[in-house]
């Protein structure tokens, strides 16, 4: 934590937090097998580079799997942290009176009061367990994102977490605002080197949406087979605010545990989940959402598409909690199990907190490819695999709005390879 000048009320919250921590840094978390946070070391420092082109090539070839472009060709902005260091932060000059972007802990240097009186730890608790706890203590920087009142970026904004040493714990703190009327696709990507082997990211991600504001957010995850993973996210929205999140994870990792919880607070806010999963490997997966229904008129949708094959196990969750009147929302989670190794579970959870006109509902379903699509297109030449492959790319091929066409095409490339490998 940089030293800051601040008020009286101000330093007060910031011991809060403090305590607040400590009281949970032994504090398993609810879901997900448990990490040993103490194995790990902390990631280094790295040197600032002047152009993303700087970056070895390995690198650069390994980002571009998250939708990140080193050139930041069709990009209003960019945040590459790598380890511990945020080496490269720029806007785009046409945006530059539109978009703010730089490391939290600099956000918290140069807006220490308004940081900490409305977006420091007001979304998620630093004492939810011990992976909050770690990050409020250990904090490893993270990216702050705010896109101003009124305006809207046409072109998305990239941000990549990058871990290149093994055996290190990266622990950032993310925090994206988009300002009442405002409109952001941003794409961010978490990534490590191909040499790394073990290793854990702990994430906390604080998003707020303004009144009339919409902010678009994909997050493609590419780890190693022994890295473990927990993102604690929470994201607040205002009258009229839009948020969309698309989830994407399509290579193998130990373990990943998350559940944003997405507050609609505001009237007429809404809130969509699209999620694209499959599990490889021996990897454990225990994913989904949360939205809770609190203004008046807000509506909420969640789709999650999983696949498990070799010896995953894959959890995919759906909570709804409606507590307004007027409220609407649905889940959607249908899985496929390609392995008889595997474990697939499929848990939609639905709740109206004094809210009897709440509308909520949900279709929930695990079953393997019906043989008479396999026989439909191997009737027409296909080979087996060949006809399980296409199968399946069409069953995770889901209309995820405001994906940019590149990261659609990467996607639709991972997912094929993906298949292939498979059979």
């Known amino acids: ?123 998620v608790m630093p ?116 948020y969309i999140n698309n989830y994407v994870l399509l290579t193998p990792v130990k373990s990943i545990q998350a559940f944003p919880v997405a507050k609609l607070e505001g009237k007429n806010s809404t809130a969509v989940f699209n999620s694209i999963v499959y599990g490889l490997k021996d990897s454990i997966i225990d994913l989904g959402s949360e939205t809770q229904l609190i203004g008046e008129g807000s509506r909420s949708e969640a789709v999650a598409r999983t696949v498990s094959m070799d010896q995953s196990v894959v959890y995919s969750r759906g909570r709804l909690i409606g507590r307004t009147d007027d409220c609407k929302a649905h889940l959607d989670c249908r899985g496929i199990v390609q392995s008889p190794n595997s474990t697939q579970w499929a848990i939609p959870d639905l709740a109206s907190e004094g809210a009897p006109g709440a509308e909520l509902s949900h279709e929930a379903a695990i079953s393997p490819i019906a043989a008479e699509e396999i026989y439909y297109l191997m009737t027409r030449g296909l080979p087996k695999d060949e006809a399980v492959s296409m199968i399946t790319r069409g069953f995770v091929n889901i209309d995820i709005p405001g994906l940019p066409d590149v990261l659609r095409k990467q996607i639709d490339k991972a997912i094929e390879e993906t298949s292939k490998e498979a059979m």
Not at 11 to 37: M, N
Not at 99 to 119: C, D, G, R
Not at 214 to 230: C, E, G, Q, Y
Request: proline share 3%; net charge negative.
């Open 127 to 242: 004492d939810k367990d011990k992976y909050t706890a770690l990050v409020a203590l250990h904090q490893t920087e993270g990216y702050f994102i705010r896109v101003k009142a009124g305006r809207k970026v046409e072109k998305p904004i990239q941000a990549c977490l990058f871990v290149s040493e093994s055996n290190v714990s990266q622990n950032v703190h993310n925090v994206i605002i988009v300002e009442d009327g405002a409109e952001a696709n941003v794409i961010t990507g978490c990534n490590v080197h191909v040499d790394v082997k073990e290793g854990l990211h702990a994430g906390i991600s604080e998003f707020y949406v303004g009144k009339g504001a919409k902010l678009t957010f994909t997050m493609v995850h590419n780890w190693a087979a022994d890295f473990s993973v927990r993102p604690r996210t929470g994201i607040i929205v205002d009258d009229d605010g839009i």
């Open 1 to 123: 934590m940089p030293e800051l000048q601040l008020s009286p009320s101000a330093t007060a919250r910031l011991e809060e937090i403090r305590l607040t921590a400590e009281s949970a840094i032994d504090k398993p978390a609810a879901l997900g097998p448990d990490v040993d946070i103490t194995r790990f070391k902390t990631v280094s420092e790295q040197q600032k580079i002047d152009s993303l082109e700087s970056l070895q090539k390995q690198v650069k070839e390994t980002v571009i799997h998250s939708g990140f472009m080193a050139d930041e060709s069709d990009r209003s902005a960019s945040y590459f942290q790598m380890d511990r260091t945020p080496i490269y932060e720029r806007v785009q000059k046409a945006f530059d009176d539109a978009i703010e972007i730089t490391s939290t802990e600099e956000a918290l240097k140069l807006w220490p009061e308004e940081m900490l009186e409305k977006y420091w730890w007001r979304a």
